[in-house]
Structure formats: C-alpha cells, structure tokens
C-alpha cells in the first residue's frame, strides 16, 4: 500500500510538472505578438487567421491557467513545509519576495509583458489564505471572479459608471508633477493581480480538495464538463473577438476555457492508456519553467526590434515580423528548451534561476548536481 501511495504521488507531482510546462507553451505563445511587435497591419490571409487563433484560444485565458498553477503550486510548499514541521512563512516570504524582485527587474529593465511582478504580490496576498478551508478559498474565489472582475465589466458596460482600480489608482496621481518613475507600471500590475485574485485561489482550491483524486474518480463526468467549457468558452470568445454579443462578459468565457484547459491536461496525464505519454516530453521544461519562462523574453528582444527595454532597445534582427514568422521562431525556440530541460536535469537537480530561486529561500547553500563529485 505505501508503494502504491508513492507512485501514485510521484505520478500527481509529474502531471504537475507537466502542466507547468504547457501552460508555459501557452503563455508564451500568447506573449509572442507582443515579443517580436508583430505586424498588424495588411495581414495576410494565413496571418489573419494565426493571430485570431491566437487571441481566440489563448488570448486571456493562459494568464488565469498560470494563476490557477501559481495558488496551486503555493499551497502544495505550503504543505509540504508544514510536513517536515517548518515554520513557512519566513520561507515563502523570502521566495516570494525574490519572486517579485526579479519580476521588477525583468519587466523595467527587459519587456514590459512580465507576469512575475504582479505573481510575487499575489503570493504576498495568498500567504492570507494558507489556513483556509476549502469552502472559504472556493467562496472567495466567487466572489473577486464573479462579483469583482465580471460584475466590474458589466456595471461599466449597462451604465455610465467606468469602474476601473487602474484608472481610479492612476487618478490619484497628482497632475501637476510628474509621478515617481514606474508608479504607473506598479500600478497596472496591482490592478492586474487584483482581478486576478480568484484564479490563484480557485489553484489552491484545488489542491486542498484533492483535484486529480476527484478527477479521477469522475473521469466520465469531468470529461463531458470539459468538453462544456470549452464549447461554451470557445463559443463566447468568438463572439467576442468579433464583438458581435456579450461584450460584458469578456473576463467571463476566457476562464471558462481556462476550467475546460485545466480538466483536459489534468484527464489526459492520469489516463491508464498510452495517451498519457503525451505529457511526458513537457515535463523537463515545467519544472525549468522560471528559467525557461526568463530565458524567452530575453532571446525574442534580442532578436526583434521595438519590444525591449533599457539595453534592449532597437536590439534585434528583425523588426514588425508577421505572425507566422514570428510564432515560428517561438515554436523553434519552445522545442530547443524542452530538448536543454531534458539533459539539463540529467545532471543537475534544478535549473539555474530555480537553484538560486531555492537557495534564496531555504537561506542556504543547495547542491545543484544530481550527483556529487567524489575524488
């Protein structure tokens, strides 16, 4: 029975690894545009139909996926350091706080698309919920999803209020002097993780209610509510995308599909057949996906031009690529780190931002070889 307790755990922690790593495909395939400064204009036919896939699949709904990964993620450390009877809050603290250090540096000094900012003020804010019980992390998920983030678009769009946190921050700014450099960055990232609050906390919902044991329980059931959501989902960001009904509800269909993504992923890497191998080769690049997610941005404002900050400015190759040149450049360089993960981990233990991302937070020297050194 304990064999079994133990595959079965190293088998949850891989889909999650796995996970990680497609939603890192999918994160940055959304970010692509806004990588390389895509062309927009005269588009041809076949890149016409590439960026409204892009924004129809993706657009929106990779971001709450990255969420639902990060309260996940959180709570399961959580845990664990509790396990071994560790007090984790000056842990996840110091994580968090580098987290967020690097997110600033990244999004001022490198392109401005950066998550990690607006993922370490979160963490700040989840640390909040860790004793929660699973009906309060669900309600609370409700209630910033449905009441805060929707009822937001729908007040604005029935009435003639605009209720916007970001404009209602940015109006607080005094006019007459030129406010502090990156006020307004801070400030669209604040209200950017604000409004994704309830995707992090529908993460560690999940966990502490057992996600893939429900899952695997209700297989045939929780494969039709996929196929739902990403019918519905689908459906209405389509409708969106050309505005033709529901405008309202734009922060609505985008996480229904997020629910369908995660159901999908989630069935098919606890599947008994042999189409759970599907996953496997995302595995490597999930659990390098700080690195890796790094290493993206840094390569694409390297070689296009007009998407980079500081140092990076007018650095690059090409300028205003079209959509299929450049999310084939992203595709290339997407299947070149899922090669590197893959024998990188075959001699170290993590990847070089995770190895020092761990040893900020344990405060001390970690091994990063698999297998030391003997003489």
Known sequence: MTLIKQNDQHQRIAILDQMRGIVLLGIFLANVPGLSSVDTENLSPVNEVLRSLEEIILSDSTRPLFAFMFGLSLMLLYNRLKAKEINPYPMLFRRLFLLTLVGAVHG??????????????????????????????????????????IGSDVISYFSSYHLSLEDGLKGLLPDSEQPPTGTEYLIIEFSSMVAHIGFFLFGMYAYRKGLFTIIEKRRTAMG????????????????????????????????????????????????????????????????????????????????????????????????????????????????????????????????????????????????????????
């Not at 033709?244 to 992923?265: A, D, W």
């Not at 659990?287 to 990076?312: C, E, P």
């Not at 899922?338 to 405060?363: C, D, N, Q, V």
Request: charged residues 10%; aromatic residues 18%; proline residues 3%.
């Open 224 to 375: 039709l509510l996929a196929v739902i959501c990403l019918v519905i989902g689908l459906a209405g960001k389509i409708s969106l995308y050309d505005r033709i009904v529901l405008h309202p509800l734009e922060n609505f269909y985008p996480f229904v599909v997020t629910i369908g993504m995660i159901l999908c992923i989630v069935l098919l890497g606890t599947s008994k057949t042999s189409m759970s191998k599907l996953l496997v080769p995302f595995t490597s690049v999930g659990k390098m996906a700080f690195t890796n997610y790094l290493l993206q941005s840094i390569v694409f404002v390297s070689l296009f031009q007009s998407s980079g900050r500081t140092i990076f400015i007018n650095l690059g190759i090409w300028q205003e690529p079209s959509y299929a040149f450049a999310l084939g450049i992203g595709v290339i360089l997407f299947a070149v780190q899922m090669i590197f993960s893959h024998f990188w981990l075959k001699a170290f233990r993590y990847g070089p931002f995770e190895w020092l991302w761990r040893i900020g937070t344990y405060g001390k020297m970690v091994s990063i070889k698999r297998r030391e050194e003997t003489e």
């Open 108 to 149: 001022y000094a490198i392109w401005s698309g950066d998550i990690l900012l607006m993922y370490g003020m979160a963490g700040f804010v989840l640390l909040l919920f860790m004793d929660w019980s699973a009906a309060g992390l669900v309600m609370t998920a409700f209630l910033f999803w449905i009441v805060y983030t």
